[in-house]
């Protein structure tokens, strides 16, 4: 475990201004960047940046914001989290982020998913009711993609391709592709049957109660006669000097942010009680100081098998600067110690 590796990621939320006023997408974006160098000069191994189509999250092409941090940074890992494959073209999307590997001298991942909001299919003019057709489709192109070899494809939800190459390739070996999951047994089999890496989207409950899933997929592996591959975990939180300051910081805009999702979905508002206790020990809101985060995360490692934890630090309004806090302990304080825990 002591080859954990230790990210990032963030949706790009709206944040607010001193005044609480949320800013410009524009200088959210902006800001992001500064994020990404941040990471990587305190020694983060990967960011992600998820892709949405809505008011309260400012990103729509994380690829271009991970070419702009790529240009500053040097060794930090750049990775979606997540694509939405269902409502974009597959190889669209591989000539993006093998382009973002060019860019980026081989440090592009992408994590491709159905995402959790719906927006993209009809501002992309796709039917959500091929919900599965889509995904199913588009992720076995994709497949065929990776391989980086003439592609002779055929399917229902676009026209067939016929010895077709797609440029540019990847320099070294194959695009970097996970597939995330929300807890869905099929897509945990669906990406075995593939050969692709497992992340794990645990956003509520106990991070251990998806073991079952990380079983699943490793037999599933084992039976298809795939390689052991690596399992990771994205989950939400924040990190300050103390817990209290970390859950008071957080606390009001992750409220909000659940609020404003659940009357689109039928939940009811979160309460400070439901809060607390997803950022108890055991629960899978990773917020504290970073001796509570660390221990959180080690437990959670060594509990579910992990290659890779990324924190989802981007959590509704949380102002830009303690966003910045919050990378700065997480790599400076956070991995070095997680790193003790499992050695």
């Known amino acids: 475990m002591a080859d954990l590796e230790l990210g990032l990621d ?18 959210v974006i902006r800001n992001l960047v500064e ?6 000069q305190v020694g983060v191994d990967f960011i992600g940046i998820g892709e949405h189509h809505r008011e309260d999250f400012a990103v729509s092409a994380p690829d271009v914001v991970l070419a702009a941090i790529a240009a500053r940074t040097s060794r930090i890992r750049l990775g979606s989290a997540v694509t939405v494959l269902s409502s974009d073209d597959p190889i669209r999307v591989f000539q993006r982020y093998s382009t973002l590997d060019a860019i980026s001298g081989g440090r592009a991942e992408v994590i491709l998913g159905r995402g959790s909001f719906t927006e993209s299919f009809p501002l992309f003019g796709f039917d959500l009711a091929q919900y ?43 695009l970097t592709s996970w597939i995330g999951v929300g807890g869905n047994p099929e897509s945990v089999i669906r990406a075995a049957r593939y050969g692709m890496p497992l992340m794990l989207a645990i956003i509520g409950g106990e991070p251990l109660r998806f073991a079952p899933l990380v079983d699943l997929y490793h037999r599933a592996l084992e039976q ?8 990771g975990e994205h989950s939400p939180g924040h990190v300050a000097e103390t817990d209290e300051q970390a ?24 309460t400070r009680a439901q809060f607390d206790a997803a950022a108890a020990p ?10 509570t985060v660390a221990t959180k995360i080690a437990y959670a490692a060594k509990g579910l098998g992990l ?5 989802k630090y981007g959590n509704g309004g949380l102002a830009h600067d303690k966003l910045m806090k919050s990378i700065e302990l997480y790599g400076t304080r956070v991995i070095p110690r997680v790193r003790e825990l499992l050695a």
């Open 307 to 311: 290659s890779r934890f990324d924190l």
């Open 247 to 270: 859950r008071e910081e957080l606390w009001p805009h992750y409220a909000t942010m659940m609020a404003r999702i659940g009357r689109e979905r039928g939940w009811a508002p979160l």
């Open 282 to 291: 055991e629960g899978a809101l990773f917020v504290g100081s970073p001796e």
């Open 132 to 174: 599965e057709e889509l995904f199913d489709e588009k992720l076995d192109l994709f497949a065929h993609v990776r391989e980086q070899e003439p592609v002779t494809w055929e399917g229902t939800t676009r026209a067939p391709l016929q010895n077709q190459s797609v440029f540019p390739p990847i320099e070294n070996g194959k």
């Open 10 to 27: 963030t949706f790009g939320d709206v944040t607010a201004d001193a005044t609480g006023a949320p800013l410009p997408h524009a200088q």
């Open 35 to 40: 994020q990404g160098v941040l990471a990587d």
């Open 224 to 231: 298809l006669g795939q390689p052991t591959l690596p399992v």
